[in-house]
T-cell receptor, first 114, second 113 residues
Framework: DGGITQSPKYLFRKEGQNVTLSCEQNLNHDAMYWYRQDPGQGLRLIYYSQIVNDFQKGDIAEGYSVSREKKESFPLTVTSAQKNPTAFYLC?????????????FGDGTRLSIL | AQSVSQHNHHVILSEAASLELGCNYSYGGTVNLFWYVQYPGQHLQLLLKYFSGDPLVKGIKGFEAEFIKSKFSFNLRKPSVQWSDTAEYFCAVNNNAGNMLTFGGGTRLMVKP
């Protein structure tokens, strides 16, 4: 079955550590996205990539970094500069970056600070 | 910047009751509107979408939404809810400038059997 795989499902981080969240898709989609979900705030866009080797900042990119070296993969690194990283992180993809393409979501990674 | 408001954060209904979840957005230009649903333990999935044409949009599982441009609204409705509709519902908007979605804060619906 085609879909988006996020790993790990749960992740714990010590203060001052960088962590990387994995997102892989086998849908052959060009565009990929990372969102952060906090209770009562919906989803907020962190970074997005419309094509391999290109990505743009979303609304809350500070303290995060991404790469898009392969079409299938869009890992998100939560750096020590992110002051409040505890959240639920969702990865999504769409066939293209055009506005009329619905986004498909992964199951998410819940990140907690120890 | 555009924003999306969902005024009902938690809704509790009995089975067979009618449902209406509010969604208002702030952007004044042409918009595309979506409702996503997240069932317990499942990933977020598309419920319905509006791009153009008939402002009354039919989605999966008996849901519909009406786009009222003058009110900047895209409310979700279902005439008779079922226990299996228990989920969190998110309204989302993009402004035709790319596929960056702005999400509302979500509404948790609990349907009592």
């Amino acid at each position: 079955d085609g879909g988006i795989t996020q790993s790990p499902k749960y992740l714990f981080r010590k203060e001052g550590q960088n962590v990387t969240l994995s997102c892989e898709q086998n849908l052959n989609h060009d565009a990929m996205y990372w969102y952060r979900q906090d209770p009562g705030q919906g989803l907020r866009l962190i970074y997005y990539s419309q094509i391999v080797n290109d990505f743009q900042k979303g609304d809350i990119a500070e303290g995060y970094s991404v790469s898009r070296e392969k079409k299938e993969s869009f890992p998100l690194t939560v750096t020590s500069a992110q002051k409040n990283p505890t959240a639920f992180y969702l990865c999504a993809s769409s066939m293209t970056g055009e506005f009329n393409q619905p986004q498909h979501f992964g199951d998410g990674t819940r990140l907690s600070i120890l | 910047a555009q924003s999306v408001s969902q005024h009902n954060h938690h809704v509790i209904l009995s089975e067979a009751a009618s449902l209406e979840l509010g969604c208002n957005y702030s952007y004044g230009g042409t918009v595309n509107l979506f409702w996503y649903v997240q069932y317990p333990g499942q990933h977020l999935q598309l419920l319905l979408k509006y791009f153009s044409g008939d402002p009354l949009v039919k989605g999966i599982k008996g849901f519909e939404a009406e786009f009222i441009k003058s009110k900047f609204s895209f409310n979700l409705r279902k005439p008779s809810v079922q226990w299996s509709d228990t989920a969190e519902y998110f309204c989302a908007v993009n402004n035709n400038a790319g596929n960056m979605l702005t999400f509302g804060g979500g509404t948790r619906l609990m349907v009592k059997p």
